[in-house]
T-cell receptor, first 116, second 111 residues
């Protein structure tokens, strides 16, 4: 068990560019979550997957954001036409998915995005 | 809508002393869970403690304990015998159908 890993750790991009982040959850974890965290704030829910199905998306997730989990293992989060307001830490978390609620989330170290 | 409020942006405690971090939440659900997560400078979120709303007994994990007041919708975290490694951001979180986090409390431990 190597924990949740995220790649890259840091990403600097110019406004208008597209970026893609990857998250590898703990193996055999069915649920995978994406959160966004800005400085001084708590994580904000973006979306989550149960296996390969994307079950919920936050209203925060504009049309420029898309997430996939094609084989129910790793996930990617893509941001198109980045804006300066997208600058944040993007956190991924996974959980076993063996109960409806109350599960412990295991977090990755995050991807810090800076949009210039 | 569910909200989580942490009214203390910053707290400090002397090493080996006890500190209590406050959290209140708002929900119309009767079945839910509450958590405290720790985020050190490395920014990796680590679970500190979890409380099930249907349990009246307060959860404890070694030096960490909670005071869960369901009627008041209050969920405070007590850290006893504070250590330098406890310095971090602490987030209170609620889960019903989704996870909701508070804005965090930055804890400083003074040697």
């Amino acid at each position: 068990d190597t924990g949740v890993s995220q790649d890259p750790r840091h990403k600097i991009t110019k406004r208008g560019q597209n970026v893609t982040f990857r998250c590898d959850p703990i193996s055999e974890h069915n649920r995978l979550y994406w959160y966004r965290q800005t400085l001084g704030q708590g994580p904000e829910f973006l979306t989550y997957f149960q296996n390969e199905a994307q079950l919920e998306k936050s209203r925060l997730l504009s049309d420029r954001f898309s997430a996939e989990r094609p084989k129910g293992s790793f996930s990617t989060l893509e941001i198109q036409r980045t804006e300066q307001g997208d600058s944040a830490m993007y956190l991924c978390a996974s959980s076993p998915g063996d109960r409806d609620r109350g599960e412990k989330l295991f977090f990755g170290s995050g991807t810090q995005l800076s949009v210039l | 809508a569910q909200t989580v409020t942490q009214s203390q942006p910053e707290m400090s405690v002397q090493e080996a002393e006890t500190v209590t971090l406050s959290c209140t939440y708002d929900t119309s659900e009767s079945d839910y869970y509450l958590f405290w997560y720790k985020q050190p400078p490395s920014r990796q979120m680590i679970l500190v403690i979890r409380q099930e709303a249907y349990k009246q007994q307060n959860a404890t994990e070694n030096r960490f304990s909670v005071n869960f007041q369901k009627a008041a919708k209050s969920f405070s975290l007590k850290i006893s015998d504070s250590q330098l490694g406890d310095a971090a951001m602490y987030f209170c979180a609620y889960t019903g159908n989704q996870f909701y986090f508070g804005t965090g409390t930055s804890l400083t431990v003074i040697p």
